[in-house]
């Protein structure tokens, strides 16, 4: 009888990854783009759809639908609503169904047609008791925090351009993002303001696009094509106390960053500092220094000295978000920086590739906050 | 030629509560120049927004309390971005964060000729504005 989820190390893995193109597709919708990013996984493990058992879907409107276009009949099947949030605890949920014999090889698939849609994540789209203030958009809202962090700590904006400075220098290294020009700090603090103090360059890009990741057990996982990547700590802390203010926090999640960061340390068996590749949730750059000072990588409130300098970028001290992440690869809310996770410690990355990576840690700060720590099998 | 239109106040274009049952005392109140938040005659413990039971003890015994007014800033935000045409013409407006004497956190509007000397922490003040003949705001100067 299991009696603590930490003997779910290394138990499963994820042996099948697959992306669509990011951009703007009008042409097509969320089961389109499902389904190219699953037939792309599964030729990534060699699978044949008919041993896909199990179907998770997240921020597409109909699981069944889903389950029809792909023509398969799953015998567990999860859909989770379009949060960002939802990517972290979708793999974890995986993890837990597939080590427990409830699927034997489950297909997670998460599709975004928001660009083409125009969806702009404030106003009367998501409507909040705060409306008739003008409160809205959870860019608003990080901003209220990174505002709190600069008189609290004395972080500059400048300390925070480092963060998309070194994410766009990344997604320069990867052909398949969508902005790869390079940027400076000047450009960020000359870039029009939204929520200040936040800016243009502070706010994740708004792309159309699809992950589809494959995870079996780490026994199964040894009989399919590619090496496979161990699902080997998770974490995660919930905080909803305060959830009339969005996703606002007082203390930036600093204690739930921690706790489900050693959490997931703890049950990986490894140390922060065997971290070898960071994927931060960047919905908003102030997000990876809350990651940062959570984690422990830098001491509270030192987040901006920490990242000057190129800190963050392929071949700084900590390579994070290594695609371009959420700032300037694409909106995959989370699930294109898992991928990432994969191909990295696979060792696909190409001129983004980080040197030896062994472990790669996943992160989400928010109401819900995630981490997940990927090895090689 | 002389428009009928330079006559007619404009409509309100912003977004107006919506009360429910629950939220109608908030607003009742608001009208009279008063902030109140609810409160747990059980526990005592003092929220807002309003729950239907009290999260702390889950009671539902519950009433809605009138407060100083008095806070904290805690954050503040300047939109530069309007997400409804209302606000354009208030470009670039501030939403401020503030935690009330009594605890509760909300959100609202800093206002006021000195709302640019808005620091993290300094002391405000409620203020009510009346934006349409059923609905008053509560908003904060700095105090």
């Given amino acids: 009888m299991m009696s603590d989820f930490q003997d779910l190390k290394n138990m499963v893995a994820v042996v099948g990854v697959g992306t669509t193109r990011y951009g703007s597709f009008p042409e097509t919708d969320e089961y389109g783009l499902g389904a190219e990013a699953f037939g792309k996984a599964i030729a990534d493990c060699g699978l044949d759809k008919s041993q896909i058992d199990g179907l998770l879907v997240n921020r597409i409107p109909s699981y069944a639908r889903m389950g029809e276009v792909l023509g398969i009949d799953p015998r567990w099947t999860i859909t989770l609503p379009a949060h960002g949030r939802m990517s972290g605890m979708a793999i974890i949920e995986a993890t837990a169904a597939l080590a427990t014999g409830r699927a034997k090889y489950a297909a997670l698939i998460y599709a975004n047609i928001g660009r083409s849609r125009r969806v702009n994540y404030g106003g009367d789209e998501s409507p909040n008791i705060w409306d008739p203030w003008g409160m809205t958009s959870p860019g608003a809202a990080h901003a209220m925090m990174f505002q709190r962090h600069m008189a609290m700590y004395g972080t500059t904006t400048r300390q925070l351009a480092e963060v998309s400075v ?212 | 030629m002389p428009s009928d239109s330079s006559t007619t106040a404009s409509p309100y274009a912003k977004p107006l509560p919506k009360p429910t049952p629950l939220t109608q005392p908030f607003w009742d109140l608001a009208r009279e120049g008063r902030l109140a938040v609810q409160a747990c005659r059980s526990c005592g413990d003092r929220h807002f927004p309003a729950s239907p039971v009290c999260p702390e003890c889950l009671s539902t015994d519950q009433e809605w309390q009138v407060v100083s007014g008095r806070g904290t800033l805690v954050s503040w935000v300047e939109f530069h971005r309007a997400y409804w045409d209302g606000f354009k013409a208030d470009l670039p407006y501030r939403v401020c964060l503030v935690q009330l004497e009594e605890g509760p956190l909300l959100y609202s509007n800093l206002v006021g000729a000195d709302a640019g000397e808005g620091r993290v922490g300094r002391p405000v003040s409620v203020v009510f504005e009346k934006v349409t003949e059923t609905v008053t705001l509560p908003k904060f100067v700095l105090a």
């Fill in chain 1, 166 to 377: 070194a994410i766009r220098h990344n997604a320069g290294l990867n052909p398949d993002a969508v902005m790869r020009k390079p940027i400076t700090i000047d450009d960020h603090e000359e870039a029009r303001r939204i929520a200040a103090p936040l800016g243009l360059l502070d706010y994740c890009l708004i792309t159309d696009g699809a992950v589809c990741l494959i995870l079996t057990t780490a026994e199964r996982a040894r009989d399919l094509k590619k090496p496979p990547v161990l699902v080997s700590g998770v974490g995660g802390r919930d905080r909803f106390r305060q959830s009339a203010l969005g996703t606002f926090d007082l203390d930036f999640w600093h204690g739930p960053i921690r706790e489900s960061g050693e959490e997931s340390y703890r049950m990986a068996g490894v140390a922060r500092d065997d971290v070898d590749v960071l994927m931060s949730y960047d919905n908003f750059s102030p997000t990876v220094l809350f990651s940062l000072e959570g984690l422990g990588f830098c001491p509270r409130g030192e987040s901006g000295r920490f990242v000057e300098g190129g800190t963050l970028k392929v071949g700084g001290r900590l390579p994070t978000n290594t695609d371009g992440g959420h700032l300037s690869n694409s909106y995959m809310q989370g699930w294109a920086l898992n991928v990432e996770a994969v191909r990295q410690v696979r060792g696909e990355c190409g001129d983004r590739q980080v040197p030896g990576c062994e472990v790669a840690q996943y992160i989400a700060a928010t109401v819900c906050t995630r981490s997940i720590i990927y090895t090689r099998g």
